[in-house]
């Protein structure tokens, strides 16, 4: 079983859509939660991180539920700039450092 | 922001040359760094992990004497592939953590270096 799992998409949506990402990961003690975006040949740049109790930023809602082990995005009105690939990423600290351990992603295309 | 830069941004090289690349943070002092590779419509991988002064710590499945990784000051750590072959051809992008807020919260990531070896 992969550490972190994600639905690679596409998720093709139109513009004003609202769409739901989810993660699970496998390593009950990983300590912190992160969504990234990811747009082609780029770097990953931090969306936003997850908290437990749920945190929302703009047109974006993070949500994480340690007892199942899993990790949602929700995206509202989505627009076409939103077209990216979503990372999911889980930290673990471990051999005293932290280390990022990244889903394969989910692609999303929003259509015009 | 936190800045982190990387250089070269794409490389071409042939077989068997050996290509540096360079990770750099810009407005902080990175106490550690962290190399990542990334295959098509793969997912970023740790390569490493690196700890200014001291020996980086490889993932399993890494080779250490291929991937050679310096970490000499708190703002610029080198990947050197050597002997490169075409398999080892990836987007390799770095991160840096600092110690201290807020650096300290979250990898900065690098914008990454494309490696074409022919």
């Known amino acids: 079983r992969k550490e972190v799992e994600q639905d690679p998409g596409p998720f093709n949506v139109p513009e004003g859509a609202t769409v739901a990402f989810n993660c699970t990961y496998s390593?009950?003690?990983?300590?912190?939660f992160f969504w990234y975006r990811q747009d082609c040949r780029k770097e990953p740049k931090l969306l936003m991180s997850v908290y437990s109790s749920g945190n929302e930023d703009g047109r974006f809602t993070a949500q994480l539920n340690r007892a199942s082990q899993y990790i949602s995005l929700l995206i509202r009105d989505s627009k076409l700039s939103d077209s990216a690939t979503y990372l999911c990423?889980?930290?673990?600290?471990?051999?005293?450092?932290?280390?990022?351990?990244f889903g394969t992603g989910t692609r999303l295309k929003v259509l015009a | 922001g936190a800045v982190v830069s990387q250089h070269p941004s794409w490389v071409i090289c042939k077989s068997g040359t050996s290509v540096k690349i360079e990770c750099r943070s810009l407005d902080f002092q990175a106490t550690t760094m962290f190399w990542y590779r990334q295959f098509p419509k793969q997912s970023l991988m740790l390569m490493a992990t690196s700890n200014e002064g001291s020996k980086a710590t490889y993932e399993q499945g890494v080779e250490k004497d291929k991937f050679l990784i310096n970490h000499a000051s708190l703002t610029l750590s080198t990947l050197t592939v050597t002997s490169a072959h075409p398999e080892d051809s990836s987007f390799y992008i770095c991160?840096?953590?600092?110690?201290?807020?807020?650096?300290?919260?979250?990898?900065?990531f690098g914008p990454g270096t494309r490696l074409t070896v022919t």
């Open positions: 990423v889980v930290a673990l600290f471990t051999s005293g450092t932290y280390k990022y351990i």
């Open positions: 991160s840096a953590r600092g110690r201290e807020a807020p650096y300290a919260y979250e990898q900065y």
């Open positions: 390593n009950s003690a990983s300590q912190s």
